[in-house]
């Protein structure tokens, strides 16, 4: 790490501490890597204390010590404090009873005052200094050349372990602002797509019953009239009408009507499979497609349906008569196939209602005339 030593001494104080603030490192535990280095410095210069001291607002703070007494101690008492004022040398008092500073006076090492200190500052990339690498001692003492450079080695060290430290900050900042990020796209993704499906299902459903509406049985109808008719598969087609729905609407009540339908509806919905279509188609006619089902499949489908239209659970019975007719894609057109289901609901109408009727025109009648 190259570190630009500013020419001037700080020029602001604020600027200082925001740029330590950008480590977090002030109050956090300890670690290895940082005890390690006093350690180091304590052999290198065989003195009774070091630390590495960060200069936070009104006091100084120990990343890791040894010797030293307090966990922390005020600006003012601080020797570090003292260090800083000249970021780019290295302070070096080898008898502070000769060369006094006032706050050393108030220090102390194992309860005595300290005699000799050597810190070397901790600068960020910007020549902010942080706080110290600083070794002390209760007797005087003189440190060799090789000694004050080994600690402005140590000194470089914790910078970069400091730097690290702010890269990783950076790095889980980083991580964690691009993982809002995309949980927020996400978000409103999910919420697009959640809206979008709403109006698709008020666009396509029948609010009452939540069958398809007749708009989106011409939608399907379009869409499957545009693929090449080999490849349409035979269906069947059931026309469902509730008997006498005009005396259950006097009788009961338009409400209770409805209620009527709804459970028609349903009973339609948990007989088909998912691959079948039910459409309200009028009033209370409802419509079915039921692709690649014959006509006895189609048949148990609607008895199905009947009989679950029986068990409904209503103040009043109602039935269902149901149409069935057999539609070949290859052959005829579907409102050919309509045709013939709504004449077998004619029949079962006719018939006495409440029932089954399945359209019996022999197919190959059926002729597409296109
Ligand atoms: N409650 C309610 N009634 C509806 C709805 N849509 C249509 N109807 C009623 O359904 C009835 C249909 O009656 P008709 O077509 O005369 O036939 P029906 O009384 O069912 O007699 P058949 O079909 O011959 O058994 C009418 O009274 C409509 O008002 C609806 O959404 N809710």
């Known amino acids: 790490m190259s570190v630009r030593v500013p020419t001037q001494t700080i020029d602001s104080e604020a600027a200082r501490q925001a740029a330590l603030d950008t480590y977090a490192i002030v109050d956090s535990g300890p670690e290895q890597a940082f005890d390690d280095i006093v350690r180091l410095a304590v052999m290198l210069c065989g003195v009774y204390a070091a630390s590495i001291s ?7 703070w120990f990343k890791a010590q040894i010797g030293v007494d307090q966990p922390q101690v005020s600006r003012e008492l601080s020797l570090c404090n003292h ?8 302070l070096v008092i080898d008898d ?3 060369d006094p500073i006032p706050a050393a006076k108030r220090r102390r090492l194992g309860g005595l005052p300290p005699r000799f200190y050597a810190g070397v500052p901790l600068l960020s990339p ?3 200094p942080l706080g110290t690498l600083s070794v002390a001692d209760t007797v005087p003492r003189h440190l060799a050349a090789a000694q004050v450079e080994g600690l402005e080695l140590l000194a470089r060290q914790t910078q970069h372990l400091l730097e690290l430290r702010r890269l990783m900050l950076e790095q889980g900042q980083l991580l964690n602002a691009r993982e809002a990020a995309a949980q927020r796209a996400e978000q409103a993704r999910a919420e697009l797509q959640r809206r979008h499906e709403e109006l698709q299902q008020s666009a396509t459903r029948d609010p009452l019953t939540g069958l398809l509406n007749r708009a989106a049985m011409e939608e399907v109808l379009a869409e499957t009239l545009s693929r090449d008719p080999t490849e349409r598969p035979p269906y069947t087609l059931l026309l469902l009408d509730i008997d006498h729905f005009k005396m259950v609407n006097d009788v009961h009540g338009h409400l209770a009507g409805d209620q009527a339908l709804r459970a028609v509806a349903q009973a339609v919905l948990t007989s088909i499979r998912k691959s079948d279509i039910a459409v309200r188609f009028g009033g209370e006619e409802i419509v079915v497609y039921l692709p690649g089902t014959a006509l006895d499949g189609a048949t148990e489908v609607a008895q199905r349906i009947r009989e679950q239209v029986a068990r409904a659970p209503l103040r009043f019975p109602i039935t269902v008569s149901v149409g069935i007719a057999a539609g070949d894609p290859t052959r005829d057109r579907p409102e050919q196939t309509f045709d013939r289901a709504d004449q077998a609901l004619y029949r079962a109408k006719a018939g006495g209602r409440d029932r089954v009727v ?3 025109t022999p197919l190959f009648t059926s002729i597409n005339p296109d």
Do not use: E
């Open 83 to 90: 260090a800083i004022d000249q970021p780019g040398r290295t």
């Open 358 to 360: 399945v359209d019996d």
């Open 96 to 98: 502070l009873d000769i």
């Open 54 to 60: 960060l200069i936070d607002r009104d006091r100084v």
């Open 126 to 128: 910007d020549g902010y």
